[in-house]
T-cell receptor, first 112, second 113 residues
Framework: GESVGLHLPTLSVQEGDNSIINCAYS??????FIWYKQESGKGPQFIID?????DKRQGQRVTVLLNKTVKHLSLQIAATQPGDSAVYFC???????????FGAGTTVTVRA | DVKVTQSSRYLVKRTGEKVFLECVQD?????MFWYRQDPGLGLRLIYF???????EKGDIPEGYSVSREKKERFSLILESASTNQTSMYLC????????????FGQGTRLTVV
């Protein structure tokens, strides 16, 4: 079946550096792609989304890039901080579907 | 702030027991979801509900059922708990089907022994 997946299960980043978290998807019918952050002991929290007709979307210190040609999604975090240490999930959603389909997650560890 | 509250943070149950996981949201959201989270597998959807008394199977409904008698409350039921249902269970809610933002509870860590 089609699924959303992440390239790497773990990522270690030096504080102050930029982080790039990657995700590959296979369902070309998905209309939205979303990033969630899950801190230790908490439920996932919405970060940012991008619609399939866009290539790039920026938020506060985060940028999501969508490359539909290669079915690739990435989350860039600028000036990574200790509070960015978490598990990051990409997810996809069809336009009129209730369901979010999540990938396996990437654990980001920020080194001081 | 939207609040999704799960009744227990940790539960230990015996094989064969009937288990109830409760979830309440306080923002009048239409949609509610139950996911389970396992290492390396991400979040997998068990069931969801888009209205009171309405429910739909997710990707892994086997061994589970749900109940939504009131808009704010969504219960997950393990009819006869098994050890392979040991997991983290996450409840979530969202306003409408068009929303990409779901609000999650803190999770219930269930251990079946």
């Amino acid at each position: 079946g089609e699924s959303v997946g992440l390239h790497l299960p773990t990522l270690s980043v030096q504080e102050g550096d930029n982080s790039i978290i990657n995700c590959a998807y296979s369902n070309s019918a998905s209309d939205y792609f979303i990033w969630y952050k899950q801190e230790s002991g908490k439920g996932p929290q919405f970060i940012i989304d991008i619609r399939s007709n866009m290539d790039k979307r920026q938020g506060q210190r985060v940028t999501v890039l969508l490359n539909k040609t290669v079915k690739h999604l990435s989350l860039q975090i600028a000036a990574t901080q200790p509070g960015d240490s978490a598990v990051y999930f990409c997810a996809e959603k069809l336009r009129d579907d209730y369901k979010l389909s999540f990938g396996a997650g990437t654990t980001v560890t920020v080194r001081a | 702030d939207v609040k999704v509250t799960q009744s227990s943070r940790y539960l230990v149950k015996r094989t064969g027991e009937k288990v109830f996981l409760e979830c309440v949201q306080d923002m009048d959201h239409e949609n509610m979801f139950w996911y389970r989270q396992d290492p390396g597998l991400g979040l997998r959807l068990i069931y969801f509900s888009y209205d009171v008394k309405m429910k739909e199977k997710g990707d892994i409904p086997e061994g589970y059922s749900v109940s939504r008698e009131k808009k704010e409350r969504f219960s997950l039921i393990l009819e006869s708990a098994s050890t392979n249902q040991t997991s983290m269970y996450l409840c979530a809610s969202s306003f409408t089907a068009l929303n990409t933002e779901a609000f999650f509870g803190q999770g219930t860590r269930l251990t079946v022994v």
